[in-house]
């Protein structure tokens, strides 16, 4: 589905990830941890066309996105939850949501999608007049998946979606995102909680320095010593 390939990004002069490949296929969930700064986030918003390449290779099936122009990356069946989420807060939850579904062919889908995020989200259907600048963060971060969902993607890019987060509300959030993921969706998660990371993926990827320095499947990444100590706090 997804392919990355030797992938370099850089802000200027100054580069923030390179020579970082990694696969994510349909119906996974696949997990990129690593510390602040590694150039997590940078790699997401450019398979979401947010943040251009320099060189490498940024497949979606057969669709070679380093081609495509970013405002049509979403067209293709690509949907990122951005870190901090970055809602209108002063549009209420349903104009949110609706931002999700402009291109005409989700927009046909419009009524069935939202039911489907109300369904997941009974508390916006609840707030759904509400402004989203109002809500607590938890709900923000719902409105935020929820506006993603309503592009109908067939890969969901989720960018720290536990950030800032209760932990009682990131329990919901990772139940959401299996909910999500059982619909057929697959999941693309750059996540700092590393424990929450590797217990939903399929596969994880360790992104340092804006390098990929090791992947697996997250029942041997766990038992990597330096995993183990460097991000899970085990000796």
């Keep these: 589905m997804?392919?990355?390939?030797?992938?370099?990004?850089?802000?200027?002069?100054?580069?923030?990830?390179w020579d970082?490949?990694?696969?994510?296929?349909?119906g996974e969930i696949v997990s990129v941890i690593g510390p602040n700064g590694a150039g997590k986030s940078t790699l997401v918003n450019t398979i979401a066309g947010l943040q251009r390449a320099r060189s490498g290779a940024l497949r979606f099936g057969e669709v070679d996105l380093l081609r495509v122009p970013s405002h049509e990356v979403c067209g293709h069946g690509i949907a990122l939850v951005p870190e901090g989420r970055r809602l209108f807060t002063r549009m209420s939850v349903e104009d949110n949501l609706d931002v999700g579904c402009y291109r005409a062919g989700a927009r046909r889908d419009?009524?069935?999608t939202l039911e489907r995020v109300y369904g997941l989200f009974p508390i916006l259907r609840e707030r759904r007049r509400q402004l989203a600048g109002s809500l607590s963060g938890g709900q923000q971060q719902m409105v935020a998946i929820g506006r993603?969902?309503?592009?109908?993607?067939?890969?969901?890019?989720?960018?720290?979606?536990?950030?800032?987060?209760?932990?009682a509300v990131v329990d919901r959030m990772f139940e959401i995102i299996r909910a999500i993921h059982a619909e057929g969706v697959?999941?693309?998660?750059?996540?700092?909680?590393?424990?929450?990371?590797?217990?939903?993926?399929?596969?994880?990827?360790?992104?340092?320095?804006?390098?990929?320095?090791?992947?697996?499947?997250?029942?041997v990444l766990r038992e990597e010593p330096r995993i183990r100590e460097a991000y899970l706090g085990l000796r």
């Design 110 to 112: 419009r009524a069935v």
């Design 20 to 26: 970082a490949s990694l696969d994510v296929a349909a």
């Design 148 to 167: 993603a969902l309503m592009a109908r993607p067939r890969l969901l890019l989720l960018d720290e979606p536990s950030l800032g987060l209760a932990p």
């Design 186 to 219: 697959a999941i693309l998660l750059v996540e700092q909680n590393v424990v929450r990371a590797l217990d939903i993926a399929d596969r994880a990827y360790v992104l340092e320095e804006g390098r990929i320095v090791t992947e697996g499947v997250p029942s």
């Design 2 to 17: 997804l392919e990355v390939r030797q992938l370099a990004i850089a802000y200027g002069d100054a580069p923030a990830v």
